[in-house]
Each structure stands twice: as structure tokens, then as C-alpha cells.
């Protein structure tokens, strides 16, 4: 979690509106770009359509450079980023059920 508020980015009682704002416009235009179809989402799963995977690689790879140039000028430490531990079990559970869930929604 990068620290918005200990930055003085965001006063506290505007981060929580900030990330609802920010989180709604993510999900509006990954909406708009077709990427809630069911179609395109079992399509990924059947291998037919990359574009999910594209956009979600590319999103990825923005945010490690942002997260570069963030550090590169002093706006972020990533020793003050809490990562949480790897629960590789439950990751791979959740995927299966998840992905199970998309193809039978999709089918």
C-alpha cells in the first residue's frame, strides 16, 4: 500500500473517497473495453482471445515502471510497501475455482 496520506498526496479523510473514485474508473473502463464479456473471458481460458491477457500484462508491466520511476525520484520507499506472505495454496485453489466459475459462466 503506497502511503498517500503520510506523503500528503491525500489529507485522511480524502483517501478513502480518492480510492472509491479510482476504483470505480478502473472498473468503468475495463468495462467499456469489453473486458467483462463473458466471451472474451472464456475465450482467454480456451485460448482463442489474448486480449485480457494483454491488457492485464501491460497494466502489470505500467505499474513496475511506475513503481521505478516513483522510487528513481524520491516520491516512494518501497520499504515502507507491505507486501503480504505468499500463500501459494490458497492461490492455486482460488485460481481453479475461479477459472471453473469463468468457463461455466461462460459456457
Do not use: C, H
Not at 481460458?45 to 515502471?65: E, K, N, P
Not at 516513483?70 to 501459494?88: M, R, T
Not at 492455486?92 to 461455466?104: E, K, N, Q, R, S
Request: charged residues 5%.
Amino acid at each position: 500500500m503506497m502511503p498517500l496520506t503520510s506523503l500528503n498526496f491525500f489529507s485522511p479523510w480524502l483517501a478513502t473517497p480518492a480510492a472509491l473514485l479510482l476504483g470505480f474508473g478502473f472498473g468503468f473502463w475495463l468495462e467499456r473495453g469489453g473486458l467483462g464479456n463473458a466471451r472474451k473471458l472464456t475465450g482467454m481460458f480456451y485460448l482463442t482471445d489474448f486480449v485480457v491477457v494483454r491488457v492485464m500484462f501491460s497494466a502489470v508491466v505500467v505499474a513496475a515502471f511506475g513503481l521505478a520511476l516513483f522510487q528513481a525520484l524520491g516520491i516512494l520507499d518501497l520499504k515502507l510497501v507491505y507486501l503480504p506472505p505468499l500463500a501459494l495454496g490458497g492461490i492455486i485453489i482460488g485460481g481453479l475455482l475461479m477459472g471453473i466459475g469463468f468457463v461455466t459462466g461462460g459456457y
